[in-house]
Nanobody
Framework: QVQLVESGGGLVQAGGSLRLSCAASGIIFRLYAMNWYRQAPGKQRELVATARQNGATNYADSVLGRFTISRDNAKNTVYLQMNNLKPEDTAVYYC???????????WGQGTQVTVSS
């Protein structure tokens, strides 16, 4: 079955860095666009960053210049490098794999990121 397993979350002080990983299994990874979403308490889930099948990337304005998404198709893994973290980055971060042409959409269980001021 399909599994997306996130890791790398934790507690960090403002200005610090974290690197999230999402290891995928059960899918042909290179065919999927990979997304990182986040959801803060009381807020809607928001798209943070996308790494498309061709390697192109997109970012939410709130993280542009601070976060970097990358993917390693040989390892079936997508990463989110988060630098200069702010308290408003505190959220549960979710990995998402999408293959639009096939109607496939999978989610990980989420990993908590907490940034203290």
């Amino acid at each position: 079955q399909v599994q997306l397993v996130e890791s790398g979350g934790g507690l960090v002080q403002a200005g610090g860095s974290l690197r999230l990983s999402c290891a995928a299994s059960g899918i042909i990874f290179r065919l999927y666009a990979m997304n990182w979403y986040r959801q803060a308490p009381g807020k809607q889930r928001e798209l943070v960053a996308t790494a498309r099948q061709n390697g192109a990337t997109n970012y939410a304005d709130s993280v542009l210049g601070r976060f970097t998404i990358s993917r390693d198709n040989a390892k079936n893994t997508v990463y989110l490098q988060m630098n200069n973290l702010k308290p408003e980055d505190t959220a549960v971060y979710y990995c998402n794999a999408v293959w639009s042409a096939f109607g496939a959409d999978y989610w990980g269980q989420g990993t908590q990121v907490t940034v203290s001021s």
